[in-house]
């Protein structure tokens, strides 16, 4: 326990150093200014902890390498430093953080120029739950207000159950698509809703789009009693992993075989002990987290970074997320919009670099995309959607003709997918998720936009639930 408070009392030392250099020092200069306090064998030792745990930032390698203090103070300046990141396809540009560009800058490399990483245990031991903080205050206090719902008191999971049909269909659709799926949102509604397989779609994708509803269902049937604990996770990814995996039974088993994350530079552990061991550590300091979205970030970051089964990783990380949140009753995070590219390359920055900056400017971006979809936020209007108004006329117009001509699912999605082609390409994948997504958020109280009569919108509303 000594030892441990004197670590802490070193990396308190360290802190407050550099918080003295806003531009940054060297090695050199953090040890002059400690008066010989710490043993340079000892500094090289937390500054490694204190980088792993994300309060220590860093640029150059070897002798010009600079240590910078990453402090929550630090983040009321933050949105200020921030530049958008267009997206092709997304109207909306994700605001990246000057860390979570330099990350990308790195990432984006060929494979030849990326130096080869190996799992690093201390970037999991090192994290301190309720101490150590990949979110900042300001930041935990902003998703809390994103995602506050009127059932907080509710038992928990009673928000997610008021939103299971749609939740399913989001989070199923969306974590999907993020693994190369090529089912469409109403191709998925017909799915999860009554079974029908996509004609042009592999079995492969549908046995995985019914596998998430399958996973969400589990979470949300046993939120009372759901915790981050090998029962939970390991049927999340039996769950997720059934009739997917070349071995059945390696589905909700830990990983015995080596495995290879595809376009990165990363090498996984491939010990089987090691990973039972650190499975265990990474369940139980998840546990132990207070606030629920430093508990979803951490899993995200930590569960794909240890890859802990033959494959499904990042699919279990990101409904295992959803625990926390749908224990507390607040808005899911259902990754709307989220593009793959970035994505992969937040996921790539803690492979590679174990640095989260990246991936958190994601997560962040996504759950308010998230949020504002399922929640009621405080706010009575939000920005207008550039793209919705860009097509408004077209969408207003194919909407009106589905409910008109008393189209099915399956009809609408022909319908909007050939209309979809004659589009500028970089438009089309957009287009298609706009429009099913306003189909998707039909009711008799906002119908008559599409100038169609009340006798029309019922027939079409009876056919559509009813395919």
């Not at 340079?40 to 860093?58: K, P």
């Not at 049909?165 to 799915?191: A, C, P, V």
């Not at 860009?390 to 609408?412: D, H, K, P, W």
């Amino acid at each position: 326990m000594a030892g441990k408070e004197h670590q802490k009392d070193d990396l308190q030392k360290i802190a407050n150093i550099l918080a003295k250099f806003p531009e940054g020092a060297s090695f050199e200069q953090i040890h002059a200014a400690l008066n010989d306090q710490i043993k340079e064998s000892t500094l090289h030792r937390r500054l490694r902890i204190l980088t792993d745990q994300a309060q220590v930032r860093t640029t150059g390698q070897t002798r010009s390498t600079r240590y910078f203090l990453v402090t929550n103070a630090a983040s009321a300046t933050e949105e200020a430093s921030k530049i958008s990141v267009a997206i092709p396809g997304l109207e909306t540009q994700i605001p990246l953080s000057p860390e979570g560009q330099s990350i990308r800058q790195i990432v984006t490399q060929p494979l030849g120029n990326r130096s080869p990483a190996a799992y690093n245990q201390e970037f999991l031991r090192n994290y301190e739950p309720n101490q150590t903080f990949y979110l900042s205050d300001k930041q935990r206090m902003k998703l809390h207000e994103l995602g506050r719902t009127a059932q907080l008191t509710e038992p928990a999971g009673t928000y997610a159950r008021n939103i299971l049909q749609r939740l399913l269909i989001d989070l199923s659709w969306n974590s999907s698509r993020l693994e190369g799926n090529n089912y469409s949102l109403l191709d998925t509604k017909l799915l999860i809703s009554v079974g029908k397989a996509a004609d042009r779609r592999t079995a492969e994708e549908s046995q995985m789009i019914l596998n998430h509803k399958a996973a969400i269902e589990f979470i949300v049937d046993n939120a009372v009693d759901i915790d981050f604990n090998r029962y939970t996770i390991m049927n999340l990814h039996g769950q997720l992993s059934d009739n997917l995996l070349g071995d059945s039974a390696a589905s909700g088993r830990l990983r015995s075989i080596p495995v290879d994350i595809g376009h990165s530079v990363y090498v996984p552990f491939a010990i089987p002990q090691l990973i039972n061991e650190l499975f265990d550590v990474l369940l139980k300091k998840a546990s132990e987290i207070q606030d629920p979205f430093e508990q979803s970030f951490f899993v995200m970051v930590q569960l794909p970074y240890l890859q802990p089964f033959d494959d499904v990783n990042k699919r279990v990380s990101r409904l295992a997320a959803n625990i926390p949140l749908i224990k507390h009753n607040l808005a899911p995070l259902s990754f709307v919009d989220v593009p793959k590219e970035i994505y992969a390359q937040g996921l790539l920055g803690i492979y590679e670099l174990r640095r989260v900056e990246l991936f958190k400017d994601v997560f962040l971006w996504a759950y308010e995309r998230s949020a504002k979809r399922y929640a009621a936020l405080r706010q009575s209007t939000g920005e207008p959607d550039t793209f919705r108004l860009q097509y408004r006329s077209e969408i207003r117009a194919l909407i009106q003709q589905i409910i008109i001509n008393g189209m099915s699912v399956e009809e609408a999605n022909n319908a909007i997918s050939d209309y979809a082609q004659h589009l500028p390409s970089i438009d089309q994948s957009r287009f298609i998720e706009v429009t099913e997504t306003e189909l998707l958020n039909l009711h008799e109280g906002n119908f008559a936009r599409y100038q169609a009569t009340p006798v029309q919108f019922r027939t079409w509303k009876i056919r559509w639930d009813n395919p």
